[in-house]
């Protein structure tokens, strides 16, 4: 999740298409929350770490 935020990131900013870059920033946010969880050894989505 956090490597398809930081493509999306990518593509938003080379093509200027905005909505890449917003839900680029909210996969990013989202797969570093998950995985954060994961490492402190929450279960996340029914798994006891998160990559």
């Known amino acids: 999740m956090i490597a398809l935020g930081i493509i999306l ?3 938003g900013f080379v093509t200027g ?3 890449l870059w917003t839900i680029g920033i909210i996969l990013l ?3 570093a929350i998950l995985w954060i969880l994961g490492s402190m050894g929450h279960a ?3 798994r006891r770490h998160y990559w």
């Open 9 to 11: 990131l990518i593509i």
């Open 17 to 19: 298409i905005s909505i």
């Open 29 to 31: 946010v989202v797969g």
């Open 44 to 46: 996340v989505g029914g």
